[in-house]
């Protein structure tokens, strides 16, 4: 069959699709769960797919679809992964990126594990109060929208990166799946339609023309061209990350940064540096967990939390009153020291050992009271998060990857940049930016995530990779949604590890959030009965009710194969091979 039949007969089932999936959320609009996160609200979407060779799941098909070509290809993981991180930038503009930055964690076959940190930075002109109206004292909105909220960009630098050392295939041949999909266009669906109307801030940038057509975003059976993109993407596979932090495609973000009052330099983009880091390596009852360690909080504060439950054993069933408690007192436990004591460690000291070491979750463990919350300072729940999007990949040989990238919130700061075709992140608000204070996720900071020029700002992003009691691969697992990537990859993995369900069951059970402030657990409807909520209260948790938490990504190695499932919460695809 002629290609262009076959994209074309996907494009007319996509748009269908779309429609269909429009109606439904119309009509759906009172169910709460899944609605921040752009995609249909009914969980029972997770369907596993199975892959005799190899796995790709990502909150996009398409991207889905673009990593597991180059599986088909002969490409290992890595190649894959970073086919599918490109292609992310093209087919889900909402967090995919090259103008942000994210988190690899690499277990490879042969027993090498390696973790690269391509968090963004701050610009060497940035200043611990920027965002500090100096007449109010109070924090503006500068660090969310607009010019000023960007750090320097590490996705490309960090892609190519780690594709140079893991990979197989060259650049220009992981990324021709996305430059095609920039270059030729792919069909609007019902989820990136919704991304768009409930991020209006685009329209205020130079994006508008091309996501805003006549003031209205792009509708449901559009076809996406990416022009600039292509060309920007054309320019990296050609050059490598020289295309992007030097020559044209800098200019051109310098430019846009200039025009609008940001302080990106050329000698910001020159500066930028991944950094490969040893991936944190810990135990819960005989199985091995790799996470990610600083510039991201979510390895520290997952190993923390899951060495307080391991002196629990076992844990009390799923959905339990006491069940419920323990989980919750052990994320406070771990976001308490999360939140005061943890920042980029080039610039703190981090205390990673003590706080990962099974001692001290003793001690910890030792101070939870089994009838009583314990209680941390109440504080105002702030604006709800945007967008990050994590993708796991998994090849024939067992070499895994996996990566959560992200531009902070929902399309970043909202500013696209002319010619370049990309979103530029709004990391900074990552920074505590005034200490003391929440950010858009309501985390209460200390000193050390405040802003300094060329210190990358704290993440809670985990790409997590588990290894079964022999050491092979069992999940490659990890999640947007700020902090709660760190409650929900954890709750995953114990879904799997601790209560026995399949990886969808695990992905579809109601969730819980706790990050000590707001001291408040939150929970997905169906979590526990009413009864059951009854008791928490009794013991003293503030219960609060909410939407989907979350957006994970997984696979699992099963008998002959993997399999993939992909957020049942929203939108995406897994594709096996
Ligand atoms: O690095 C972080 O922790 C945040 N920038 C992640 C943002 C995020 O997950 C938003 N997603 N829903």
Avoid at 518 to 532: C, I, K, N, Q, W
Avoid at 535 to 542: D, E, F, I, V, Y
Wanted: hydrophobic share 45%.
């Amino acid at each position: 069959m002629p290609r262009r039949f076959v994209r074309h007969a996907i494009a007319l089932v996509l748009v269908a699709f779309a429609v269909a999936a429009c109606r439904q959320a119309t009509v759906r609009q009172t169910v709460d769960i899944g609605t921040y996160l752009g995609g249909q609200a009914s969980l029972s979407q997770a369907t596993p797919v199975f892959g005799a060779h190899g796995m790709v799941a990502s909150n996009s098909a398409l991207a889905s679809e673009a990593g597991a070509e180059i599986l088909k290809a002969g490409g290992n993981a890595v190649d894959a992964a970073v086919a599918t991180g490109f292609a992310l930038a093209v087919t889900y503009p909402f967090a995919g990126n090259i103008g942000g930055g994210g988190f690899m964690n690499i277990h490879m076959a042969d027993g090498r594990d390696a973790a690269i940190d391509y968090r963004e930075i701050a610009p060497l002109a940035a200043t611990r109060d920027m965002y500090v109206d100096p007449a109010t004292g109070k924090l503006t909105d500068k660090s969310l929208v607009g010019h000023l909220a960007s750090g320097v960009p590490g996705s490309v630098a960090g892609m190519a990166e780690a594709l140079a050392r893991y990979g197989s295939l060259p650049l220009a041949k992981v990324m021709a799946p996305a430059i095609r999909l920039a270059r030729d266009g792919f069909p609007v669906d019902s989820a990136l339609y919704r991304s768009l109307r409930g991020n209006r801030a685009v329209a205020q940038f130079a994006g508008k023309d091309l996501f805003f057509p006549g003031g209205e975003p792009l509708a449901p059976g559009a076809r996406l061209v990416q022009s600039d993109l292509a060309r920007t993407l054309e320019i990296i596979a050609a050059k490598g990350p020289a295309g992007f932090y030097a020559g044209e495609v800098a200019e051109a973000l310098v430019a846009e940064e200039r025009r609008g009052g940001g302080i990106i330099t050329m000698e910001d983009l020159a500066r930028y540096k991944p950094e490969w880091r040893t991936p944190i390596r810990s135990t819960y009852r005989g199985y091995t967990l790799l996470t990610m360690p600083p510039a991201s909080s979510g390895g520290i504060t997952m190993t923390e939390t899951m060495n307080i439950l391991e002196q629990f054993a076992p844990l009390p069933p799923y959905g339990s009153a006491a069940y419920t408690h323990l989980v919750t007192e052990a994320f406070r436990r771990a976001f308490i020291d999360r939140n005061e004591k943890l920042g980029d460690p080039a610039f703190v000291k981090v205390p990673l050992e003590q706080l990962t070491s099974k001692a001290y979750a003793k001690t910890l463990a030792a101070g939870i009271d089994r009838t009583r919350a314990t209680k941390t300072p109440a504080f105002k729940v702030a604006r709800e998060p945007e967008h990050t999007t994590h993708y796991s990949v998994a090849d024939a040989k067992g070499n895994v990857v996996s990566t959560t990238t992200t531009l902070n919130g929902g399309y970043g700061s909202a500013v696209w940049i002319p010619k370049g075709g990309f979103f530029m992140n709004n990391e900074m608000d990552d920074f505590a930016a005034q200490p003391g204070t929440p950010n858009m996720f309501g985390l209460v900071q200390g000193e050390a995530n405040a802003i300094v020029p060329g210190k990358r700002m704290l993440s809670a992003m985990a790409p997590t990779i588990v290894l079964d009691k022999d050491g092979s691969v069992l999940l490659v697992v990890g999640a947007a949604g700020g902090p709660r990537i760190i409650t929900t990859t954890t709750e995953v993995i114990l879904n799997v590890i601790e209560h026995r369900m399949s990886l969808a069951d695990a992905m579809r059970a109601p969730r819980l959030h706790h990050q000590s402030i707001p001291d408040t657990l939150r929970y997905e409807a169906g979590a526990f009965s009413d009864a059951v909520a009854d008791s928490l209260r009794a013991m003293g948790h503030a219960l609060l009710r909410t939407g989907g938490l979350a957006n994970a990504n997984g696979i699992m190695r099963v008998n002959g194969g993997w399999i993939g499932v992909r957020e049942p919460r929203s939108t995406g695809g897994a594709v096996g091979h």
